[in-house]
């Protein structure tokens, strides 16, 4: 149940990622963020979890800034997987990081808290 719970989260932050960013499309229909989110959080998980140990150096000379770079560079990865989802460019995909990752881990802390 947890795991349907986080995948709702990571949805949800898809959803206002593309809201608010107008490089990143999803075409129409509430499944494809659904689609989106859990194609996202795979390749985020084993994909992801290689990348962030590979460039390890980076992220801590960076103070961790450099996970969002990593974290652009997978959902363009998802972009490019899937026939949903639409990234211009990558500033857009960087914004777009930014914004999943300050929504996604709101809803798990609103999660830990009941």
Not at 60 to 79: E, H, K, R, W, Y
Not at 89 to 113: H, P
Request: hydrophobic residues 60%; charged residues 10%; positive net charge.
């Amino acid at each position: 149940m947890k795991i349907l719970a986080r995948w709702a989260g990571l949805t949800l932050a898809v959803w206002v990622a593309t809201s608010i960013i107008s490089g990143v499309h999803i075409k129409d229909g509430a499944w494809n963020y659904f689609w989106i989110a859990a194609i996202f959080g795979l390749i985020n998980t084993f994909l992801g979890s290689l990348v962030k140990l590979l460039t390890l150096p980076a992220v801590i000379l960076s103070f961790g800034f450099f996970l969002i770079v990593v974290n652009a560079a997978m959902l363009q990865l998802t972009d490019r997987w899937s026939d949903v989802l639409t990234i211009d460019n990558f500033k857009s995909a960087l914004l777009a990081a930014i914004i999943i990752s300050i929504v996604s881990s709101f809803s798990k802390n609103l999660l830990k808290k009941k």
